[in-house]
């Protein structure tokens, strides 16, 4: 069992930034690839970024590259989401989640066996 508590949310104005963590708890962090999802109001929960065990490999949806970054410590087992540019559209409630397949990059919510609870990223124009 991997427990993941999110943090970081809040109001942003568009165009500042936030940085989002997630902190695992239970078995060991390092033997786990991570993902953030999102999920706004009505809509379905989507794929933002993932990142694989080692943290050598990334991967971002097209609406967040190039404006957001993934990276992680599996010494204080944390995944950070850094944010810039953010845009209205951004806002949602951001998930981490994890799969344990580590060394594979994993774009469907099915495919991740823990969650968090998810922290609330809400981005004003």
């Known amino acids: 069992q991997v427990e993941l508590v999110e943090s970081g949310g809040g109001l942003v104005q568009a165009g500042g930034s936030l940085r989002l963590s997630c902190t695992a708890s239970g078995r060991t962090f390092s033997n786990y690839a991570v993902g953030w999802f999102r999920q706004a109001p009505g809509k379905e929960r989507v794929f933002v970024a993932a990142?694989?065990?080692?943290?050598?490999?990334?991967f971002y949806a097209g609406s967040v590259r190039g404006r957001f970054t993934i990276s992680r410590d599996n010494t204080k087992n944390t995944v950070s989401l850094q944010m810039n540019s953010l845009k209205p559209e951004d806002t949602a409630v951001y998930y981490c989640?994890?799969?344990?397949?580590?060394?594979?990059?994993?774009?469907?919510?099915?495919?991740?066996?823990?969650w968090g609870r998810g922290t609330q990223v809400t981005v004003s124009s």
């Open positions: 990142i694989t065990w080692s943290g050598y490999n990334t």
């Open positions: 989640a994890a799969n344990g397949k580590k060394d594979t990059i994993r774009l469907f919510v099915q495919d991740y066996d823990y």
